[in-house]
């Protein structure tokens, strides 16, 4: 259960870009809680991306900035470098993860334990996520693999968010009403995962704003980190 409850939203957004402040101010309006994987050896990089055919500012928060504009909500690690994992050696892999954890938790001031798999493509498999289970300090790692469902899941280092916010937002405010409407009967979780600057694309801001005023301030919805719902629902928090 999650502080009494059984049922638990919590969202993830990647790679610390300065989107992200305006998604934090949303959270905070609504009483939400996100967690925020950023890649430490990226922090103050300024370039363009091009996505859907829209080209935008990607602007990365300084290390200066970091502890001010993630406060309230948490910080987890990406890799230093956003470089992907799979059939990476072993010592990169640790060095990837490790590193970017430790200097996020010497950024912020308490110890960073998450993480998510950086992309594109295959993002995570079992050789990954084992070497870093046994060799960081790490305590849960997202993927990118929906499981569009609320289920709890025994595997931390190979967790499946519910729906991926940009990739199919139409199905997330689908599931957000089933999510309100659940009366469950076992510990179910809603987790969203996605990248601040998508809002951008198709100016999606508003739309997600209305999503989280639905179902925001629900007394049976445990609102939290993903350290928060995740390690709470293995009783390792």
Avoid at 24 to 46: E, P, Q, W
């Amino acid at each position: 259960m999650f502080n009494g409850k059984m049922k638990a939203l919590t969202f993830s957004f990647d790679d610390g870009v300065v989107q992200d402040e305006r998604l934090i101010a949303l959270f905070d309006k609504y009483h939400v809680k996100g967690t925020f994987n950023l890649n430490s050896g990226n922090l103050g990089r300024v370039g363009t991306l091009t996505q859907e055919g829209v080209t935008f500012p990607q602007i990365r928060f300084t290390e200066s900035e970091i502890a001010r504009v993630y406060r309230g909500h948490e910080v987890a690690a990406h890799t230093l470098t956003h470089r992907p994992l799979v059939g990476a050696p072993e010592e990169v892999i640790v060095e990837q993860v490790e590193a970017d954890r430790l200097r996020l938790s010497d950024i912020v001031g308490y110890e960073v334990r998450g993480f998510a798999y950086p992309g594109p493509g295959v993002e995570a498999d079992s050789r990954v996520a084992q070497i870093i289970r046994e060799n960081t300090g790490v305590r849960y790692a997202r993927t990118a693999n929906c499981s569009g469902n609320f289920e709890m899941q025994d595997n931390l280092f190979e967790f499946r968010p519910t729906v991926y916010e940009h990739g199919d937002f139409e199905r997330m405010v689908a599931l957000g009403e089933q999510f309100i409407a659940l009366k469950p009967e076992c510990p179910q979780i809603f987790y969203i995962f996605g990248h601040s600057y998508e809002f951008d694309i198709k100016d999606t801001w508003d739309d997600f704003e209305r999503f989280l005023a639905n179902i925001s301030g629900r007394d049976d919805i445990f609102y939290g980190t993903n350290a928060e719902v995740l390690l709470a629902a293995e009783g390792d928090l």
